[in-house]
């Protein structure tokens, strides 16, 4: 097989098999649940639709150039060269060698703003009466948004709660501090915020690590921290959990 050859078949079959396996890789997120990793739970569908969506163009165009008669024309008048195909192929490789992870504590850290400063308002905001639950039930969305919207902090001493994420060391706590965090997103990962709660703990009797996923039980106390009195957990148990499916407060 002469270069050219090559070079046509390249250009005619790789770009059909790119998106198969683009499709694919959409599937596998898909099927495994990663795909909650990177979109927000009502996009999941979304990502099921693509992926076929995507194997099916791919397989049409094979058979179509498998079939065609016309092989002979030239490559180079209807792509714009290996540049091009480079640029398809890159971020498919990338994502099948990387392995998909939740965002970390580096990423909250990266984001303008910081903690809780937007993220209690990408999500519909509850009515208070929607919060007359077992306070154990209430997520760390549920609790930021009720800070939110009453802010007085004596009216939370003494609540009980259950809250399960990440373990966030933040520099402007205590020693004896860290934020119990999950991220926000309204569509994808791309617009992730930082929402955490402080959490007060003794160092001595639990041993935690950046990033970690734990679910912290206690009651909510009022610290001061950095000249504002703010709902603390004081932590009467903390245990390690694996990464949920899910990894967003949604």
């Not at 549920?142 to 990440?166: A, S």
Request: a neutral charge.
């Amino acid at each position: 097989m002469t270069q050219s050859r090559v070079r046509q078949f390249v250009y005619r079959f790789l770009p059909p098999l790119l998106a198969i396996g683009y499709g694919s890789y959409l599937l596998w997120l898909f099927f495994s649940k990663k795909v909650l990793l990177f979109v927000q739970q009502g996009y999941v569908f979304l990502s099921l639709i693509s992926g076929i969506f995507l194997i099916l163009v791919g397989c049409i165009e094979l058979v179509h150039f498998a079939v065609s008669k016309r092989s002979k024309e030239s490559c180079e008048a209807t792509h714009e060269g290996p540049l091009y195909l480079l640029a398809l192929l890159l971020p498919l490789v990338f994502a099948l060698v990387v392995i998909p992870k939740p965002l970390s504590s580096s990423t909250a850290a990266l984001r303008s703003g910081g903690i809780n400063t937007d993220a209690a308002y990408t999500q519909p905001q509850h009515k208070l009466s929607m919060f007359a639950i077992d306070t154990t039930n209430r997520s760390i969305i549920d609790w930021i948004q009720l800070f939110t919207q009453d802010p007085e902090p004596d009216r939370y001493k003494g609540l009980k709660v259950k809250l399960d994420g990440f373990v966030m060391e933040d520099p402007t706590l205590p020693p004896n501090y860290f934020l119990v965090s999950r991220f926000v997103i309204s569509c994808c990962a791309a617009d992730a915020r930082p929402v955490g709660i402080p959490v007060r703990y003794d160092p001595k009797k639990v041993q935690i690590h950046s990033d970690d996923w734990v679910e912290v039980t206690g009651t909510l106390d009022i610290d001061e921290i950095q000249q504002d009195r703010q709902p603390v957990v004081i932590a009467d148990g903390i245990q390690p959990i694996p990464v949920p499916d899910n990894p967003y407060a949604n």
